[in-house]
């Protein structure tokens, strides 16, 4: 595997369900993020972490929480989402914080019902 | 705060047209500018950047050149094929108190060529 994954690709949830979208970076980089895609709507940062540590919570709503065990991996675990939740969840990463180039994964499709 | 604005989508050309999206920003600082293109079913892919005003960025034929008194970044290319169909975002990017770089993006343009 090379780059940025994602896994999974598709999800459907209901607004009682738990589960998590997991990101794997093969770059060796140290900072990961999540972004939030909605129609018709810029891409929305969540959070950041650099190092593992969580250096950014952009308001998010405590039904998403992340989790970021080593500098490859960041989970985001969701419980209790909204249909307004319903969006393309994207993971990147860069090389460290402070630079700019990120490089994506293709994202995971959530639907919430 | 930073915001992007670009022009709305979608854009349908033939093969070989010519192609603009607009793009003007609005930044406190001094951003550092990007196109991101994102084909069908995929992630974000950096398509191109410049770093400061007048710089032009250029890949596959595209091309944008930073434009600090008219604050914008407009994506070209002289020739568009097919295979050019994707959704593009134009997004700056600025240091903040946070110690990363923050990257704003616009809202994506639609681009859709046909034969």
């Known amino acids: 595997e090379t780059g940025v994954t994602q896994t999974p690709r598709h999800l459907v949830m209901g607004m009682t369900n738990k589960k998590s979208l997991k990101c794997e970076q093969h770059l060796g980089h140290n900072a990961m993020y999540w972004y939030k895609q909605s129609a018709k709507k810029p891409l929305e940062l969540m959070f950041v972490?650099?190092?593992?540590?969580?250096?950014e919570n952009n308001s998010v709503p405590s039904r998403f929480s992340p989790e970021c065990p080593n500098s490859s991996h960041l989970f985001l675990h969701l419980h209790t989402l909204q249909p307004e939740d319903s969006a393309l969840y994207l993971c990147?990463?860069?090389?460290?914080?402070?630079?700019?180039?990120?490089?994506f994964g293709p994202g995971t499709r959530l639907t919430v019902l | 705060g930073n915001s992007v604005t670009q022009m709305e989508g979608p854009v349908t050309l033939s093969e070989e047209a010519f192609l603009t999206i607009n793009c003007t920003y609005t930044a406190t600082g001094y951003p550092s500018l990007f196109w991101y293109v994102q084909y069908p079913g995929e992630g974000l892919q950096l398509l191109l950047k410049?770093?400061?005003?007048?710089d032009k960025g250029s890949n596959k034929g595209f091309e944008a050149t930073y434009r600090k008194e008219t604050t914008s970044f407009h994506l070209e290319k002289g020739s568009v094929q097919v295979s050019d169909s994707a959704v593009y975002f134009c997004a700056l990017s600025d240091s903040n108190s946070g110690g990363y770089q923050k990257v704003t993006f616009g809202t994506g343009t639609k681009l859709q060529v046909i034969p």
């Open positions: 410049a770093t400061k005003a007048d």
């Open positions: 972490y650099s190092l593992e540590e969580r250096v």
């Open positions: 990147a990463s860069s090389q460290d914080p402070q630079t700019y180039t990120q490089y």
